[in-house]
């Protein structure tokens, strides 16, 4: 868990603390899972169906906190829960000699609190734990066009390796 006080324009101390979710979170985490599925769908239509949490979302969300090969993380200022990230540790090819890498499967911090840093600590203590799994690489999923999220994860050091094109014959 992580705690992080910042000096504010107006002289206020403003607390952030981060920590692993547990079933005593769901309400809570469903809750911004909606917000982030709200937003994310606005960008592109195909993320509820492809990208976003298998419906039942709360089994989903439990599932990911219970299984020891993924977390969910969740991120507060002033004790108040502004946003959540998951992530999971995933096998690469069979070429890759069994190494496995860090994955940022979701993040999201409710709009009005983007600019208190609480993302850079999920990120922060989300690779602080695969690196302590021995990880050395990881990986994000942005949209495409989702600018934020890209400038986010670029100024924490990462950079596109891929990119998912898509067509719909429907549309």
């Known amino acids: 868990m992580g705690i992080k006080t910042l000096?504010?324009?107006f002289g206020v101390l403003e607390m952030i603390t981060v920590s692993f979710a547990s079933a005593e979170d769901i309400?809570?985490?469903i809750s911004l899972y909606r917000s982030l599925e709200e937003e994310m769908t606005a960008l592109h239509a195909?993320?509820?169906l492809a990208d976003g949490l298998a419906e039942p979302?709360?089994?989903s969300m439990l599932q990911m906190i219970e299984n020891p090969d993924s977390f969910v993380i969740i991120g507060k200022a002033w004790d108040y829960p502004f946003g959540f990230l998951v992530?999971?540790?995933e096998t690469m090819l069979p070429q890759a000699n069994g190494e496995k890498l860090g994955s940022i499967r979701m993040v999201f911090v409710e709009e009005d609190a983007r600019q208190v840093a609480i993302g850079e600590e999920m990120r922060g203590l989300a690779l602080s734990y695969f690196r302590e799994q021995g990880l050395t690489r990881f990986d994000?999923?942005?949209l495409p066009g989702h600018r934020l999220a890209k400038n986010f994860?670029?100024?924490g050091g990462f950079?596109?390796?891929s990119i998912v094109m898509h067509h719909d014959d429907n549309k």
């Open 7 to 9: 000096e504010t324009s």
């Open 27 to 29: 309400d809570v985490l």
């Open 46 to 48: 195909m993320w509820p």
């Open 57 to 59: 979302v709360t089994e």
């Open 87 to 89: 992530g999971r540790v």
């Open 140 to 142: 994000a999923h942005v």
């Open 153 to 155: 994860f670029e100024a």
């Open 159 to 161: 950079s596109a390796r």
